[in-house]
């Protein structure tokens, strides 16, 4: 696959966001599909027999009472599902006073307050709502490597398509030959042009391109891709600071949106990705990838309920039409399904 391939680290930002091109843009038209249609399998999330879901299912059944030892129990398994210490002691105090206030005495109470409590904490997060301002809308995404960004990008502008919308695709990955490719091979797939520039270019210059070819073609949006890099590398973060700045310069107000691709499967390290992220360039909102792949899923509970950032889509699967819009209710009841 593409993004697998390792290349070089990038040289470090100038002082100065780039205004101008630095190089003649490659506007890459939709071409005939040159590979077979794929349809997705399925939106759902399943239920997995040894998941977070089956855990707490046992430890909370119906015909048990709620004792300090079973909320012991689901503070563990809590945290072994990747909520972290912080949210799930919290959580569980919370869901445990509501339990209490209704009268509720079993395992079915202890289980019903706890539901509650994880949806009001992810939908006090925000709405989870993705909707495009004023045209041209900017949606930076961003993550580190092999979380799946590129493909979300490409997911994402195949739901917007659907809806009607016009936008771009910008190749702002370009460190990695590989990763300029890989998202011409996606405009192709579903009909979106793409802009790019030689690799090594200047992603704020490919950002900058972008941006005033959505300006110039009246286009309802574009979908910004960038290098994937590690929160921990000071000088590939500046680099995506300078990127922002870059967009707002050319079209203030923007981007619209800063997604952070997530995958689900780091644990407890997505959360620290995101808090980083945050910082530097200030997320918008979360994309969960891979929530299918994974028997715990509560790091969706620790991003929300730490940074206050809506989680608006999940990743439930390799299909172009395998992009959910995240639902806290839907969420939990699968962490909670039979």
Not at 287 to 292: E, G, I, P, Y
């Amino acid at each position: 696959m593409f993004w697998r391939r390792r290349e070089p680290e990038p040289p470090p930002p100038s002082d100065e966001p780039a205004d101008t091109p630095s190089d003649e843009p490659v506007v890459v038209p939709p071409t005939t599909v040159a590979r077979p249609r794929r349809e997705a399998a399925g939106m759902g999330l399943r239920a997995r027999p040894s998941g977070l879901g089956s855990r707490l299912r046992s430890i909370l059944g119906a015909g048990t009472p709620a004792t300090d030892a079973t909320w012991d129990e689901v503070e563990e398994t809590l945290i072994a599902g990747d909520v972290g210490a912080a949210t799930t002691l919290e959580v569980v105090d919370a869901a445990r006073q509501r339990m209490e206030r209704e009268g509720g005495r079993t395992g079915e109470d202890a289980r019903r307050a706890l539901a509650t409590e994880l949806r009001d904490r992810l939908a006090a997060s925000g709405s989870g709502v993705f909707e495009l301002g004023p045209a041209p809308s900017v949606i930076l995404v961003v993550g580190v490597n092999g979380t799946g960004k590129t493909t979300t990008i490409a997911k994402l502008a195949h739901r917007l398509k659907g809806q009607g919308r016009s936008l771009a695709l910008a190749a702002g990955d370009t460190f990695r030959a590989a990763a300029v490719e890989q998202l011409r091979i996606w405009g192709e797939e579903i009909g979106v042009p793409v802009v790019a520039q030689r690799t090594g270019a200047d992603p704020g210059a490919v950002a900058f391109d972008a941006v005033a070819a959505a300006e110039s073609r009246n286009l309802d949006a574009v979908l910004v891709d960038t290098a994937g890099r590690l929160q921990n590398k000071q000088q590939l973060m500046d680099e995506l600071a300078k990127i922002r700045r870059v967009i707002e310069r050319r079209l203030p107000g923007q981007p619209r949106h800063v997604l952070l691709v997530l995958d689900a499967t780091t644990g407890q390290n997505g959360l620290v990705q995101a808090e980083a992220f945050s910082r530097e360039v200030g997320i918008t909102g979360i994309v969960l990838t891979k929530l299918d792949g994974t028997a715990k899923g509560g790091v969706a509970l620790a991003v929300a309920d730490r940074l206050g950032v809506p989680i608006l889509f999940a990743g439930v699967g390799e299909e172009l039409d395998a992009l959910a819009p995240f639902e806290p209710e839907a969420f939990v009841e699968w962490l909670f399904a039979e």
